[in-house]
Structures are given as C-alpha cells and as structure tokens.
C-alpha cells in the first residue's frame, strides 16, 4: 500500500515540476511594433505552463486589437518543452478620429511600435441658423475647442487596459442656451475575462453657462462597467447578441446622484446579406439630479432620431432601434485595393417610453457608404415629432 501511495505520489511530482512549459517566445514579421508588445498582447509568457486554450486566447487577442491584417502561432519542441512563434503582419495603424460636436482630427493605434493608441482632433466647424438648399444647416469655422486621448492593451505584461481622454470645449451648443465651456479629464482601465470585459473608471467634468451661470457645475464620477459578447466582430456570425450596463455615482458641490445604463443588441442575418439588428437601451437615475451632459436626453443624433434633442429627459427610459439593411455591393473603389465599398441602404423604427408620460415614435432612412478609407459616411431622413428631421453621420 505504501509503494502505491508513493508511486501515485511520484506521478503526481513529476506531471507538476516537469510539465511542459512555454520556455522561448519569438516575434517574427513585425517591422513597426516592438517584440515585447505583441508578446504582452498575446498575453503569454515565458516559464507558464502550455494550456492551448491560452493559446487560442492570445491569437483572438492579436487579431481583435487592430495592429494586425494576419496572425499565426506555431509550436515547436525544445528538449520536451515548447518554442513559441508568433507570426504577424502589422496593418496601418494611422486613421481618421471622429468625436462629438464635429470633432475631427487623426489617430495613432500604434505609436512609435509601443501599441499606444493615441488620437487627437478639434472643433473648427459649426452649424448655424442658415440654410442650403432651404433645408441644410450651413457651416461655419470657428476655434472650438480640442479633445485628444490615448489607451493600450495588456499594460506591463498585465491583462489591464488603461485608457485617458481630455476634453477642452468652448461654446458647445446645449438646448437655447450656450455652454461657454465644458471640460473633463476621463481615466480608468478595462480587464477581460473571456468573454466578459469589466472596467472601473474616474471622470472629472465642470461646465459654465453663458445665459444661466446658476447651472455652472463640476461633478466628479466613479463608474463601473461590465460587457459581454464581441461588439467588434458581431457581423461574423448570422446571429450575434452582446451588450453592456454601467453603473455611475456622481457627486460635487450640490451634486449627489447614482444612474445606470444598459444596451443589449442583437444581430441576425436573415438570407444571404439581409440583415436586422435591434438595439435595447434603458436607463435609470436611482437617486439625485445627474449634471445635463449626464441626463437621459432622448432625442438628437444618437437617440431617438425625429424628436428634438431635449425633448425629453426622463429619470428612467427604455429606447428601442430596430435597423434593417442589405449591402448592395463592394465592387466600386477610389483605387483598386482589397477594401473596397459597401453601400447600404437602411430602414429604421425607433420607439421610446419613460416615466412623465415620455414616449416618442420615429421611422427613417439611411443610405450608408462605406468608403475604402474606412470612412463609414450615412445621410439620414428621419420623421417624428418635429417632422421631417435630416441628420448626417460619420464613423
């Protein structure tokens, strides 16, 4: 019984100190990027146990981080252990930046090859009361304002990824009046696990008003946010479902609130390139007046489209968007290369209801192009509550 009990025991002993190990990892067709980032991307390393469900995971990492078009692993023995070879081919990693309020500017996935993302862009355009055609709002240039930020994957050889963006705006429209300044400074970091991603972040944000300096505030959040599905990737699959909820406490010189939000979206294919997808949004103040730029606006340009934008503000909301639309064709392009364009034409329904009796109903139209730039350009003619409303959107 003994000699058992020890011969169990040396099995044991040798499967634990003698496993095989990841013990060389190379980094072959990089020109740009660092050997060390794609390493710390993959999030492998030297000395761990071979576990080919981490194997599988670091390659998904590198495919969906956006530095690389291909990317292959290979194993080779050394002396019973394992070599590791990660072969990549990097992508362009400059791109167009586009933010809120005609924020234009450019990006950087992979600065210096450090896989530091930076972008920047300013405010140098506005629409005004006058009309082209009748019915356009007509432009003008003007300083206002910048916003830029950075992020990166796996900081350290950890699995955090840590992100800051600032905001420097002036003269922001808002309603009938105008905020002659709105300010922030956002950081936190994001940690996958899976499937599931979970983030904490710390937002400080003041505004100052030009027609009611009575509503001049700085709040300061701490937000929690969990996600889960592949939001980058949902067109892959016929029927794809991922969504995320925060939750956020504010609090300042008169503020005091708690508020969450929620998204849920499901995309399906219906026969060959037609396709639906509907997106659930909720919200809910649970305590406390949230800031303006924090409250439930339900209308605008990324809500529910055909309303005005401040026509309602509800403490608790839940917004539905239904999109149809089927590519018509990628065989148009500037110049002859692999990314070609892709026009789709799109039917919308959009439905909202809250509390205060708030509930709104809208249908449009859209007609997206997206270019080889990778520029996603979509004219929209929406009808709600204030009519015909005409909206034009960049990505």
């Given at each position: 019984?003994?000699?058992?009990?020890?011969?169990?025991?040396?099995?044991?002993?040798?499967?634990?100190?003698?496993?095989?190990?990841?013990?060389?990892?190379?980094?072959?067709?990089?020109?740009?990027?660092?050997?060390?980032?794609?390493?710390?991307?993959?999030?492998?390393?030297?000395?761990?146990?071979?576990?080919?469900?981490?194997?599988?995971?670091?390659?998904?990492?590198?495919?969906?981080?956006?530095?690389?078009?291909?990317?292959?692993?290979?194993?080779?023995?050394?002396?019973?252990?394992?070599?590791?070879?990660?072969?990549?081919?990097?992508?362009?990693?400059?791109?167009?930046?586009?933010?809120?309020?005609?924020?234009?500017?450019?990006?950087?996935?992979?600065?210096?090859?450090?896989?530091?993302?930076?972008?920047?862009?300013?405010r140098f355009l506005r629409f005004t009361d006058k009309k082209l055609l009748g019915f356009l709002p007509q432009p003008e240039f003007f300083w206002g304002g910048l916003r830029f930020g950075a992020s990166t994957f796996s900081a350290f050889g950890t699995e955090i990824n840590p992100f800051i963006e600032v905001t420097l705006f002036k003269e922001v429209p808002w309603q009938d009046d105008i905020m002659l300044s709105l300010n922030s400074v956002e950081l936190g970091g994001t940690h996958p696990f899976g499937e599931y991603v979970a983030g904490i972040s710390y937002t400080y944000e003041n505004a100052s008003f030009e027609a009611t300096p009575a509503n001049d505030y700085s709040v300061s959040i701490l937000t929690g946010a969990f996600s889960f599905g592949d939001e980058d990737n949902y067109q892959e699959s016929r029927g794809n479902l991922y969504g995320k909820t925060s939750l956020s406490y504010g609090f300042g010189d008169g503020i005091n609130y708690l508020q969450q939000k929620a998204s849920v979206n499901y995309w399906y294919r219906i026969i060959g390139r037609i396709y639906i997808e509907s997106e659930t949004r909720g919200g809910v103040t649970y305590f406390g007046d949230a800031p303006v730029t924090r409250r439930f606006y339900l209308g605008g340009s990324t809500d529910l489209k055909g309303w005005n934008p401040y026509a309602f503000n509800p403490r608790f909301y839940a917004l539905e968007i239904l999109q149809a639309g089927v590519p018509l064709t990628e065989s148009f392009a500037i110049a002859p290369s692999d990314n070609m364009s892709t026009f789709i034409p799109k039917l919308y329904l959009m439905a909202a209801a809250g509390d205060n009796a708030t509930l709104g109903l809208s249908i449009g139209i859209g007609f997206e192009w997206r270019t080889p730039l990778g520029v996603g350009v979509e004219p929209q003619v929406f009808f709600g509550g204030n009519g015909f409303k005409f909206y034009f959107e960049l990505r």
């Open positions: 019984m003994k000699r058992i009990l020890l011969s169990v025991m040396f099995i044991f002993f040798s499967l634990t100190v003698f496993a095989n190990k990841i013990v060389e990892i190379e980094v072959t067709g990089i020109e740009k990027t660092l050997p060390q980032v794609v390493i710390n991307i993959s999030g492998l390393k030297i000395g761990e146990e071979l576990d080919i469900e981490r194997v599988y995971r670091a390659k998904r990492n590198l495919e969906e981080c956006g530095l690389f078009t291909d990317v292959y692993l290979q194993l080779g023995d050394v002396g019973g252990d394992y070599k590791l070879v990660i072969s990549v081919q990097e992508s362009s990693s400059f791109y167009p930046y586009f933010g809120e309020y005609l924020t234009l500017g450019a990006g950087d996935r992979n600065l210096l090859g450090s896989g530091v993302n930076v972008y920047g862009g300013i």
